[in-house]
């Protein structure tokens, strides 16, 4: 079943339909097949069969009207005249044309699950190879019930089991199951349902989840109407089209399809990785891939309503906290990989630390690499090339080596929390997409440990609309003065010329667009008659030709630390020292004369003792040159 139908030609279009028509016609010489009900099928079953098909003529009906000529696929330039013709309307959560095509889906599921079963019952004398027969009878497991070649196999004529019974009797096949003969599925189709799972229930499907060869299983069910059974949660994706122009079927069966590649790995990297997870860990696989679009359908984001689908179901089928933990991240993040491979620098630090914070651990990096696979590969044909295939080696290589460098993990993970909440910020959901996302690429990852939610989407906003630079002064409690700057500032001049007030502490971070936010604030506060003095001194701070003399503050070389290997793209720089007047404006101002960029800075002061923690860019200009900077810093 795919995204573009052919009504005709295609799964559960016309041609099955006449098809079986055809076949009783010849062998059982009737004119209609409804004549057979009673016979093979239920009057039920014929009528639901009916109407499916009845439904599929009034939209080849609506095709021709529409393209004036024969047409017999659904492509995506009709659907919205197709769905207005058909009668549907615009609901509030659901487009005319996401209404038709469920619909439609729907008809041709039921009509190739009626023809496919019983084309197939009536010309199963004609067909069978007699040859098998002895084989077959030789692999009888029980009474009705055979597998030969990997091919399970039952009688039409076998009575109707409950649930729990049919779900026992699966779970007792051998691994070696590879398809199921419509003579099964047509013995499953007619199961007796409960009224709701009981707990033996529960137990025969958490066990059905771990299998192996998961994907037969599951098809089958899906094709005997079961699969909403065993996963309620998924009744919301059963027919649920996909207008994303990349996915060629609907949710169900991309889901499905994403199991069978994850059972079925082409590509050698991915089959090593997954071959080393153990039994726990190919079942929580298969529940990912399962659960990962489950969400789809609502208005909610589908990831987030996808996890919370997850845990309600974890909970309730008994799995332990550790396994449901890591099944929802990866539920959550189940496109990152791909995202992060296909879009982001995959050799920043910065990019695979953020990454590795979403996953939290090797393991969790593991399952989502074999769910990565059976996800793309599942989307089309054509998607996952030898190109994308390398650039997951290379980001899984890449995170992987990484997961070693906790601290930074820690950190990282820090941050993807931080943006989860401002994601779920209602002032952040109102700003524009090109804004939302400058605030989540906001380059420094201090802000994100140090600011709240709020505070970082409004100072976003704030640099956003900055063209070259902006400023606030108040003057309450204590002087405090922040700057937003998308043109050079003159650090060094702006804090000597605020020599003459004590630095309590000050901030720095990088943001978006090559722009920068300092906040400063001071010991004391100052007269009101004198911010305007400060203004002075701020505006002629962007002026980069301004000089100012500065005494340079005795620092110990005990007193300073470099770590030139703190990260890949950046170096840590510790000063812990007695307060001096202008110690940092004098460090500032070496930095500008060496064109060190500072990625961000935290200045404390304490009991007469400074604490500087300074991040700075390994663009060439400090850790080559550590050496010469520290003997202008320093004092013997």
Known sequence: LRMEPNIKDGYGGMRESNLLFWFANLIYGVNNTKELSGTLFSETEYKEYRVALEYIFRVRNALHLIAKKKLDKVNFDVLPELSQRLGFKDTPKLLKERQCMSKMFEALHKIHSFTSVMTRRIAKGYLSDIKKIKPLRANRIKKNLYLYNGLVCSTYSRKAVTLLRLLKEINELPNSVEKFDNSYVYFASRTKIPAKLTHGIRNEIKKLLEAENLYPILMMLYKADLFINILPSAKKIINQPQFDGFHVHPVDIHTLKALQYTRNIKDDFVLDIYNKLDKRQRGLVNLIVLFHDIGKGRVKDHHIVSEQLFKKFAKSFGYNEVDIKICARIIRYHNML???????????????????????SIEALNLLTCVTYGDINSVASNIYKSSTASLVKELYLQSYNAFDNVELIM??????????TIKNNKIFKELSRVTQKKILNIESNQIFLAKKASDIIELGKQAKDTIDKQYSISNNDVLRIKIIRAIPLNLGYLLGKMNFMGLAGMTIYKLFDDKKYFEMWFTDKVE?????????IIENSFDMEKQISLKKPDIKSHEITIDCNHRDDLALINIATKDQKGLFAYVAKLFDEYGIDVESAKIYTVRKRVNDLILVEKNGNFCSKQEEILSLITTP
């Open 528 to 536: 009101p008659h004198e911010i305007e003095f400060i203004e002075e």
């Open 338 to 360: 791909s995202h992060v491979a296909t879009k982001e620098d995959i050799y920043s630090q910065k990019v695979i630390m953020n990454f590795n914070g979403l996953l939290g």
């Open 411 to 420: 950190e990282g993970a820090r941050r993807v929390k931080k943006e989860n």
